[in-house]
């Protein structure tokens, strides 16, 4: 299993920093304007073909903009279910989030490429305990994913 205090512990920083990214980002003149557009344009190029690269409008339209649940709000939602205890279908959400993660990380400009690496080091830290059978020792680094975010946020 994973660790829960740490890891519970780290997922409210988590939450916290998720609460305050989504809050700035609608907020800032220069944010507020930048993401009403490309949000058309990013589900322009999203639906038309799904591996086409993104400019960085369209990096911040798919974290931030895109979807029911942002990109930024399932992050964390699979960092808690997964500090709630690990069973299949906590496992499963992390395992996921780890493709559409590697998937986005191939998709965004290169100066992006580096902070969701950060975000997916916890992902793939549980997605090799399961496969070595080490989860019970495994502490996940959520830290990393909440340095990524910040640094995402940055760029957008």
């Known amino acids: 299993m994973v660790r829960?205090?740490?890891?519970?512990?780290?997922?409210v920083t988590l939450?916290?920093?998720l609460a305050g990214c989504s809050a700035g980002g609608a907020g800032p003149e220069g944010d507020g304007g930048a993401s009403a557009t490309p949000s058309g344009s990013?589900?322009?190029?999203?639906?038309?073909?799904?591996?086409?690269p993104l400019d960085a409008n369209e990096a911040c339209s798919a974290m931030y903009v895109k979807g029911?649940?942002?990109?930024?709000?399932?992050?964390?939602?699979a960092l808690v279910g997964a500090s709630d205890g690990l069973d299949a279908a906590s496992a499963d959400q992390?395992?996921?989030?780890?493709?559409?993660?590697?998937?986005?990380?191939?998709?965004?400009?290169?100066e992006f490429q580096g902070p969701v690496e950060k975000m997916r080091v916890p992902f793939l830290q549980l997605q090799k305990a399961l496969d070595d059978g080490?989860?019970?020792?495994?502490?996940?680094?959520?830290a990393s994913t909440v340095e990524g975010l910040k640094e995402y946020e940055k760029l957008c």
């Open 42 to 52: 990013a589900s322009a190029a999203t639906s038309s073909d799904p591996d086409a």
């Open 4 to 11: 829960p205090a740490p890891l519970a512990v780290a997922t």
């Open 134 to 142: 080490t989860e019970e020792q495994t502490e996940l680094d959520v």
């Open 15 to 17: 939450l916290l920093l």
């Open 94 to 110: 992390m395992h996921a989030m780890a493709l559409e993660l590697g998937r986005l990380e191939q998709r965004v400009p290169e």
């Open 68 to 77: 029911d649940k942002t990109l930024e709000e399932r992050i964390g939602i």
